[in-house]
């Protein structure tokens, strides 16, 4: 079966930094996009950040950029997202996902396969 396992969530005050990661359980996942979404109590899941096969192609959702930073490690089969300068609104459940390999889809409907997802709490 195919999981996806994130971790590194956790506590951290505003301004301060965090790294999620994701690791998936099949060696396939190195081929197809990988990406980071979030949920907010009382929100809708939403896109934050993701990165194509390769590497070489990323898109960030506008109010993480310069702050977040995705990377993968296809030898470890590993997403990452590196977190810094964080606000208490970027608290949320972030959840890895993995889609299909082509064009880099923002919408949480067009991604096939999801983690548990992990709480970051941003305390102000």
């Known amino acids: 079966q195919v999981q996806l396992v994130e971790s590194g969530g956790g506590l951290v005050q505003a301004g301060g930094s965090l790294r999620v990661s994701c690791t998936a359980s099949?060696?396939?996942?190195?081929?197809?996009?990988r990406g980071w979404f979030r949920q907010a109590p009382g929100k809708d899941r939403e896109f934050v950040a993701a990165?194509?096969?390769?590497?070489?192609?990323?898109v960030y959702e506008d109010s993480v950029k310069g702050r977040f930073t995705i990377s993968r490690d296809n030898a470890k089969n590993t997403v990452y997202l590196q977190m810094d300068s964080l606000k208490p609104e970027d608290t949320a459940v972030y959840y890895c996902?993995?889609?299909?390999?082509?064009?880099?889809?923002?919408?949480?409907?067009?991604?096939?396969?999801w983690g548990q997802g992990t709480q970051v709490t941003v305390s102000s």
């Open positions: 099949v060696r396939t996942f190195n081929s197809i996009n």
């Open positions: 990165i194509n096969w390769s590497g070489s192609s990323t």
């Open positions: 996902a993995a889609s299909t390999p082509g064009t880099i889809l923002t919408a949480p409907e067009r991604w096939g396969f």
